[in-house]
Nanobody, 121 residues
Framework: QVQLVESGGGLVQPGGSLRLSCAAS????????MGWYRQAPGKQRELVAA???????NYADSVRGRFTISRDNAKNTVYLQMNSLKPEDTAVYYC???????????????WGQGTLVTVSS
């Protein structure tokens, strides 16, 4: 009943930029924190950036200063602007949202299906 759909991944050259989007839809009462994670081949999934409902942000050291997370609460959408991309940023990027469904008593975490970002010349 709740879906998170990512878009915006693709192939980009080193130094380039991409913007990822993730829209949450369905029977949603409220959304707390939203975030982006990534998983490179052979590695564990890691937090890239997160943003609270009030707009407080948190970034992994490896992307701070290059990536910017933002959200549009009216659209239930979170964005990740990625600049100065490096080959080591290559990974599947997953959207995550901590949200409460209509009629639900507690919040739960939901994941998108992932979008591939490849940084290569």
């Amino acid at each position: 009943q709740v879906q998170l759909v990512e878009s915006g991944g693709g192939l980009v050259q080193p130094g380039g930029s991409l913007r990822l989007s993730c829209a949450a839809s369905g029977s949603i009462f409220s959304i707390n924190a939203m975030g982006w994670y990534r998983q490179a081949p052979g590695k564990q999934r890691e937090l890239v950036a997160a943003i609270t409902g009030g707009g407080t942000t948190n970034y992994a050291d490896s992307v701070r200063g290059r990536f910017t997370i933002s959200r549009d609460n009216a659209k239930n959408t979170v964005y990740l602007q990625m600049n100065s991309l490096k080959p080591e940023d290559t990974a599947v990027y997953y959207c995550n949202a901590d949200l409460r469904q209509r009629g639900g008593a507690v919040s739960a975490r939901y994941w998108g299906q992932g979008t591939l970002v490849t940084v290569s010349s």
